[in-house]
T-cell receptor, first 114, second 114 residues
Framework: DVKVTQSSRYLVKRTGEKVFLECVQD?????MFWYRQDPGLGLRLIYF???????EKGDIPEGYSVSREKKERFSLILESASTNQTSMYLC?????????????FGPGTRLTVT | GEDVEQSLFLSVREGDSSVINCTYT??????LYWYKQEPGAGLQLLTY?????DMKQDQRLTVLLNKKDKHLSLRIADTQTGDSAIYFC??????????????FGQGTTLQVKP
C-alpha cells in the first residue's frame, strides 16, 4: 500500500513565523503535490514537483515556497505565516509511469495561524 | 479554462441510493476520478474512469460519464451511514502532460440519515 505521511496533524503558529510542513511518501513516486483545502473552495494546488529539485507553481503559490531535495520528501514552507494561511494542508503523490496518474493523499495538517 | 463544478451538499436516507454529480469544462479530459474524504482525514481514491468509457461499476459504486455533456456522476447503492463524507470529483486533462496534475471540484458533502 502507498503511504504518504505528513509531519504534523495539527499545528499552531504565530503571525510572522516561518513554518515548515513535511511530506514523505514511500512508493518511489515521481510526482508530489501540496494543496490547501478550505470549506466551499475544494482543493487548490499550491505547488507541485515532478522530479527531484524540480518545482512548478500551482494556482495559489503566493506566500509559499517548496523544496524537494530527495525523491521521497516534499516540503512546503510558509516564509512569514499570516492568518489567511490558516487552513488544512494536504500532500499527495503519484506515479508517472502509469497513465492513470491517480494521486495518493496524506492525512493532512491543520494549520492555525494566530 | 479548466473547471470542475459540484453541488455542495446532498442528504439521503440510509438504504436509499445517492447520486453525486459533477460537471467539467475541458473536453480533453483523459481520466476522471472520485475521491472520498472522511472527517479529519485525507482523500481516498474511490474509483476512476478513462474518458473512452461510459460506465464503470465497482460493488455499490457506479460511475457514469457523459462526454457530450461533460457530466460525471457517482451512484452509491444502498447508502450506509459510513458513506457520510465529502466526495470530490477530479479530472486529468491532456494538457497536464506527465506532471500528473489534477483539477478538483469543490466537494459534495453527503449526509446519510438513519
Amino acid at each position: 500500500d502507498v503511504k504518504v505521511t505528513q509531519s504534523s496533524r495539527y499545528l499552531v503558529k504565530r503571525t510572522g513565523e516561518k513554518v515548515f510542513l513535511e511530506c514523505v511518501q514511500d512508493m518511489d513516486h515521481e510526482n508530489m503535490f501540496w494543496y490547501r483545502q478550505d470549506p466551499g473552495l475544494g482543493l487548490r494546488l499550491i505547488y507541485f514537483s515532478y522530479d527531484v529539485k524540480m518545482k512548478e507553481k500551482g494556482d495559489i503559490p503566493e506566500g509559499y515556497s517548496v523544496s524537494r531535495e530527495k525523491k521521497e520528501r516534499f516540503s512546503l514552507i510558509l516564509e512569514s505565516a499570516s492568518t489567511n494561511q490558516t487552513s488544512m494542508y494536504l500532500c499527495a503523490s503519484s506515479l508517472r509511469r502509469v497513465s492513470s496518474y491517480e494521486q495518493y493523499f496524506g492525512p493532512g495538517t491543520r494549520l492555525t495561524v494566530t | 479554462g479548466e473547471d470542475v463544478e459540484q453541488s455542495l451538499f446532498l442528504s439521503v436516507r440510509e438504504g436509499d441510493s445517492s447520486v453525486i454529480n459533477c460537471t467539467y469544462t475541458d473536453s480533453s479530459s483523459t481520466y476522471l476520478y472520485w475521491y472520498k474524504q472522511e472527517p479529519g482525514a485525507g482523500l481516498q481514491l474511490l474509483t476512476y474512469i478513462f474518458s473512452n468509457m461510459d460506465m464503470k461499476q465497482d460493488q455499490r459504486l457506479t460511475v457514469l460519464l457523459n462526454k457530450k455533456d461533460k457530466h460525471l456522476s457517482l451512484r452509491i447503492a444502498d447508502t450506509q451511514t459510513g458513506d457520510s463524507a465529502i466526495y470530490f470529483c477530479a479530472e486529468r486533462t491532456h494538457g497536464s502532460g506527465n506532471t500528473g496534475k489534477l483539477i478538483f471540484g469543490q466537494g459534495t458533502t453527503l449526509q446519510v440519515k438513519p
